[in-house]
């Protein structure tokens, strides 16, 4: 799928208990966590960024609140695949900033059917991937439910799967302290 055609979205959600301060304002080098996510979707060509959970843009992201609040990353993936300017979303979360943006590019262009997912190891990351805007419909199903699941809106029927073949460091996902600690060395 072309980037054209493609919305982007940043998690930048959550109540941040375990990192103690919103991990969006983290900074590696001189760039905090979403200007980084930010600059990836740009890098691929999305014009259509939405910043979900997090009150701050960044000029040419519009923020997108939850229309179910504290829901978890569900409600914010909902709320920006209903908020879309096109027919599917790019979704990457903030805490997520070693992922390469070549990655992200391999899933744009691998998406088909309703949702591409990166895996590695057998396991899916539902915080890295395309969905299709329609979605939106199922996951507020899930989040109506109380089953607010990522994986379980990426376990469909139609789900493609793009396995990662990379440095499985890169996809750290940065929740405590250590986790940060972690990044900035690899960031280095």
């Given at each position: 799928?072309?980037?054209?055609?493609?919305?982007?979205?940043?998690?930048?959600?959550?109540?941040?208990?375990?990192?103690?301060?919103?991990?969006?304002?983290?900074?590696?080098?001189?760039?905090?966590?979403?200007?980084?996510?930010?600059?990836?979707?740009?890098?691929?060509?999305?014009?259509?960024?939405?910043?979900?959970?997090?009150?701050?843009?960044?000029?040419?992201?519009?923020?997108?609140?939850?229309?179910?609040?504290?829901?978890?990353?569900?409600?914010?993936?909902?709320?920006?695949?209903?908020?879309?300017?096109?027919?599917?979303?790019?979704?990457?979360?903030?805490?997520?900033?070693?992922?390469?943006?070549?990655?992200?590019?391999?899933?744009?262009?691998?998406?088909?059917?309703?949702?591409?997912?990166?895996?590695?190891?057998?396991?899916?990351?539902?915080?890295?991937?395309?969905?299709?805007?329609?979605?939106?419909?199922?996951?507020?199903?899930?989040?109506?439910?109380?089953s607010r699941s990522m994986r379980r809106l990426s376990s469909n029927p139609g789900v493609k799967r793009v396995e990662y073949t990379g440095d499985v460091d890169l996809l750290l996902n940065c929740n405590t302290p250590e986790d940060f600690e972690k990044a900035k060395r690899l960031w280095r």
């Amino acid at each position: 799928m072309n980037a054209n055609d493609i919305s982007g979205v940043v998690l930048a959600g959550g109540g941040s208990k375990r990192m103690g301060i919103k991990k969006a304002e983290l900074k590696l080098g001189d760039r905090t966590l979403l200007e980084i996510q930010v600059q990836k979707l740009r890098e691929l060509g999305i014009e259509d960024i939405m910043v979900s959970g997090y009150d701050k843009t960044i000029d040419g992201t519009r923020a997108v609140a939850d229309v179910y609040p504290g829901k978890g990353p569900l409600s914010g993936v909902h709320a920006c695949l209903m908020a879309a300017q096109k027919t599917a979303c790019l979704v990457v979360s903030v805490d997520t900033p070693l992922v390469p943006a070549e990655v992200l590019e391999q899933l744009t262009e691998a998406h088909e059917g309703v949702a591409t997912v990166l895996a590695h190891d057998g396991l899916i990351e539902p915080l890295l991937a395309v969905y299709d805007s329609s979605l939106h419909e199922r996951a507020e199903v899930l989040i109506l439910s109380d089953s607010r699941s990522m994986r379980r809106l990426s376990s469909n029927p139609g789900v493609k799967r793009v396995e990662y073949t990379g440095d499985v460091d890169l996809l750290l996902n940065c929740n405590t302290p250590e986790d940060f600690e972690k990044a900035k060395r690899l960031w280095r």
